[in-house]
C-alpha cells in the first residue's frame, strides 16, 4: 500500500486526527494545485473540478476535520484518483 494511500485511508477514518501538512499533501495527491494564499487561508484548485478548495490549520497545527470531510467528499463527487493511482 503506497504512503498516499495510507494518508487517504487516515483521512477517511480519522478527520480530526490528520496534521495540517499530511491534509495538504493529500489535497496535492490528487493533483489539486495552490492557486493562493491569504494569511492562513490556502486554495487548492483544478482544472476539471468547479469547486476550489479551502483549507486553514488549526492552532495546534491539525486539519480542521470538517475541511477534511468536504474534501473527501468533493473527492467521491467527482470520481477523482490519486496521482499514479491506476484502480
Known amino acids: 500500500m503506497t504512503r498516499r494511500r495510507k494518508l487517504l485511508l487516515k483521512a477517511m ?17 490528487f493533483e489539486f494545485l495552490l ?10 484548485v483544478r482544472d476539471d473540478v468547479r469547486e476550489f478548495v479551502n483549507v486553514q490549520p488549526r492552532a495546534d497545527g491539525k486539519a480542521k476535520a470538517a475541511q477534511v470531510r468536504d474534501f473527501l467528499i468533493l473527492v467521491q463527487q467527482y470520481s477523482l484518483s490519486l496521482e499514479g493511482d491506476e484502480g
Open 13 to 29: 477514518n480519522n478527520p480530526s486526527g490528520l496534521r495540517f501538512e499530511e491534509c495538504e499533501s493529500l489535497i496535492e495527491s
Open 35 to 44: 492557486d493562493r494564499q491569504r494569511g492562513s487561508h490556502r486554495l487548492y
